[in-house]
Each structure stands twice: as C-alpha cells, then as structure tokens.
C-alpha cells in the first residue's frame, strides 16, 4: 500500500488476473493471518511459487470497455525433484480506443516467482513484476455537457495531422522485487518478507501562461456561460456555443501550434505532474497455533519512502522554451522559482514545482483469537510510527 494515503495501486499488477485471483480476504476489522484488520476489511496475496500447479494456461479476451484485446499466458512448473518450482505469467492489453471516445489502452505486465524448498520446514521464494500501463483519460463531463455530446464524449482528445491525440494520458511502471522466506510448521508459521520497489507515475495535461484555457468544454465555451445573466441572456452567442460544441468539441491541437508560431516563447505546451517514488520494505508475520481453540498472530513491519514530485516539460508545440511563470499573480508572485527567476525550461526540464519527500514508517501488531462453542472473540492491538520530511526545492513566488 502506497505510503502517502494507505492504498494499493492496483496497476502495479494489472494483467497478472492468473496469479493475483486467488486471494486472503478478511472483512471488517477481525482478526487474520497476516496482518491487523481495518475497518474496510483486508486482502492479502500469497505469491509462492509450489502453491501452484501445473500445466500451462493461454487466454485470448475481447471488450469494448477499457481495452479491446487480451493476450495472456500463464506457465507453472511444479515442485522439480531439486525443490524448485518456477511459475511466470504475462500479458498485453490494447486498444486504440475504449467505450469513452480518444480513450486508448496500452499495457504491458509480467511476473515470474522463483521458490526453493530448503527442507519441510524452509524455503525461499523471490518474486519480480513488472506492469507497465499508458491509457488515455477520460473528461469529467457535467450534465450540460452530457446532454449535447452523450455520454461517450471525451474532451481531452483532438486530431493532430489525422491522428487521435489525447492530452491526458497515464502513464504508470513502479516493478516490484521481494524476497520471502517461509518457516512452518504444523502449530507455527513465520513468513519474513524483503522488498524493494521504484518506478514513476506519470500524467500528462496542457498547460498555457497569458493564454485562454483551450479545452472545447472550458465553462466559457458553454451556452450556459452565456445565459447566466437571466436578466440579459445571450441567446445569439449560446447557440453559436451550442453549435460548436455539437459540430466539433475537440481539442484543436492545430491552433495552439499557431498560436506558438512567430515565438520562440511558448504560450501553450504539454507537461507531465510525475512522481518518481523508491520504497524499501521489510515485514515478518508470526502465526501459532496455542491450542485447538487458541491462536495467535503477531507482526512487525518497516517502509522507508524516497519519492521525487515534480512537473517535466514534454512538447512545446513548435516553440523553443517556455520561460517558468505563472498566471493569475503580479510581481515576484508570477516566479515558480524565485531562486532562478524567469529561467527559460526546454523538454525534458523540471519546472512549475519540484520537492522530494524523505519518509519512514514502522510498526507492530498482535492478535490472539479464541473459538468457543457459542463465542468466538479476540483481543489485538497495533502501533504504528510515521515521519515525513518534505524538501522543497523551489522558492515559490507566491
């Protein structure tokens, strides 16, 4: 789960549906194996590769909501009489378009888990996966705008020289390594987990500096900005808005290239919010079985996050550099960085914002549940520990 809110991000293995359907769910906050319930309940995945047996598996889908196709294939080779089981699984999702209009689909996941049987009571399992997704996003539309265009409308995207290009894509790759080890036996198991994973999360937008919002749903394309004044309404240009939107409503990628041309100074250009995150993390997770009536589980657990938030220059639309303001503000307010003022940024650049989060989270729990003939009940409690340091990097003017 992602530091910073408590939530998995589940693109981190999408496409793995072989190897990540069968899971531990617990509801509510009672107690589990393996870890401390939440009022939302738990899920737990076991990724060890002699759970599994053989042989092969090939799959071929088709829909028209997300993705349009699916390739996935899924290899388990049983325990060898070396005590080794390998299982490994990948697959490719793509689309040009989903059910919302612009919205392509391009993904690319894999997994292999490697185990060692040391002896009955030992072994060692090491997973890798790695799931790359870039999809195109859909615009939030509001009732006005649902009206005119339906509900597979989807202003983000535009033609550029005949090709659909959508300005908000997602881009996510953040592969995972873990090591596990496993101790059981009939009345205890103790399962210590090592794991390190770092990649980036990207979204891409345009943005623009003295220039008007160029998305064809912007509130002052709509016919409603015209007949907000009900003493004055604006019948002649509401309809004209109307009709525009219902003719095209499209990202018109060609004018802000105009609007770019003549300039070596960009008014619009396309940038992508990035975080860039590191996480080492360690758990060990003890389970007992005190009597036919009594258990007991206990865990600690340690995450240590470096994670990188910053804006990165991507297109300048035929412009050579946008200089890093901002609208909306006068004077020294207008500087995103008041440490390297009216800094000329190129692609690949860092501007807007740029801070690194330094982070560390440990904790410990412990769970003992009892079985009776008319009552069950158990007794835990959790403490966990966090700390953050954000460093900033800019001197913002505002």
């Given amino acids: 789960n992602r530091m910073e809110n408590d939530r998995p991000q589940w693109s981190n293995w999408g496409g793995l549906n072989d190897i990540f359907r ?4 617990s509801s509510d906050i009672k107690a589990t194996e393996y870890t401390f319930g939440g009022l939302l309940g738990s899920t737990n995945f076991v990724i060890r590769a002699s759970s599994w047996s053989p042989p092969y598996k090939l799959s071929v889908a088709s829909s028209n909501r997300s993705y349009r196709s699916r390739l996935m294939g899924t290899y388990v080779s049983g325990i060898s009489k070396k005590g080794i089981a390998i299982v ?3 697959s490719k999702r793509a689309g040009n378009e989903g059910f919302v209009s612009g919205t392509s689909y391009d993904a690319l996941s894999g997994l292999v888990a490697i185990e060692k049987i040391i002896n009955d009571k030992n072994s060692i399992n090491l997973m890798m996966i790695g799931a790359l997704n870039e999809r195109g996003k859909s615009s939030p539309n509001t009732t006005e705008v649902t009206k005119i265009k339906g509900t597979e409308y989807n202003s983000y995207w ?3 020289q005949g090709t659909v290009r959508n300005s908000r894509l997602k881009s996510i790759f953040e592969p995972v390594l873990s090591l596990s080890h496993f101790y059981e036996t009939d009345k205890v198991s103790l399962t210590t987990n090592f794991g390190i994973q770092s990649g980036s999360i990207k979204s891409s937008r345009v943005g623009y500096y003295k220039a008007r919002n160029p998305m064809p749903d912007y509130y002052q394309n709509l016919p409603s900005y015209f007949l907000r004044d009900s003493r004055y309404p604006d019948y002649e240009n509401a309809y004209k808005a109307t009709e525009d939107l219902i003719n095209d409503g499209q990202l018109n990628w060609h004018d802000l290239y105009l609007m770019n041309n003549g300039s070596p100074e960009a008014n619009y250009y396309v940038y992508d919010d990035r975080t860039d995150d590191t996480s080492l993390r360690f758990n060990s997770n003890l389970f007992a079985k005190l009597s ?9 657990s340690f995450t240590q996050l470096n994670s990188h938030g910053y804006a990165e220059l991507t297109d300048l639309l035929g412009a050579e550099y946008f200089i890093d303001l901002q609208d909306f503000a006068t004077d020294d307010a ?6 390297n003022p009216d800094r000329k940024v190129v692609i690949g650049n860092e501007f807007l914002y740029n801070y690194k989060i330094h982070a560390n989270k440990w904790g410990g729990f412990t769970q003992l549940q009892r079985t009776g003939r008319s009552i069950d009940y158990f007794l835990g409690i959790r403490i966990n520990s966090t700390s953050a340091q954000r460093d900033g ?3 913002n003017g505002t």
């Fill in 22 to 25: 069968p899971t531990s769910f």
């Fill in 393 to 395: 990097k800019y001197r």
């Fill in 334 to 339: 207008i500087q995103n960085d008041l440490n």
């Fill in 88 to 90: 490994a699984s990948a």
């Fill in 292 to 300: 036919n009536s009594l258990k007991l589980n206990a865990g600690v």
């Fill in 158 to 160: 535009g033609y550029q």
